[in-house]
């Protein structure tokens, strides 16, 4: 099982980057597809979720109306499309999977059984 994410960069406030991450190896259109991110100094935090088939997504307030994540099963692919960057959006972003069908927001790490390597995100003021 394999996660490759990728699209980090450095973005000056108000921008735009859009996250890419790959699977292979795993049964992609049966995942739960999450991004998470760790902060300098920080733990790492959930950002948003998508289900099965791409109908639903959840995301952490401090995301909401500025990030959409969305996903190809075809090419067993998930975005994380960022707009209105802030500084404090700047971290490490992990793609992660589940194999669970996410009746309730999967928020935590401990829903996740895979892991990307992560992407760095830096937001300049």
């Known amino acids: 099982v394999q996660l490759q994410a990728s699209g980090g960069g450095l973005v000056q406030a108000g921008g735009s980057l859009r996250l890419s991450c790959v699977a292979s190896?795993?049964?992609?259109?049966?995942?739960?597809m999450g991004w998470f991110r760790q902060a300098p100094g920080k733990g790492r935090e959930f950002v948003a979720h998508?289900?099965?088939?791409?109908?639903?997504?959840h995301y952490a307030d401090p995301v909401k109306g500025r990030f959409t994540i969305t996903r190809e099963n075809a090419e067993k692919t998930v975005y994380l499309q960022m707009n209105s960057l802030k500084p404090e959006d700047t971290a490490v972003y992990y793609c992660?999977?589940?194999?669970?069908?996410?009746?309730?927001?999967?928020?935590?790490?401990?829903?996740?059984?895979?892991w990307g390597q992560g992407t760095l995100v830096t937001v300049s003021s």
């Open positions: 992660a999977r589940s194999g669970t069908y996410a009746v309730t927001p999967l928020v935590n790490q401990n829903d996740y059984s895979h």
């Open positions: 998508i289900n099965w088939s791409g109908s639903a997504a």
């Open positions: 190896g795993l049964s992609f259109s049966r995942s739960t």
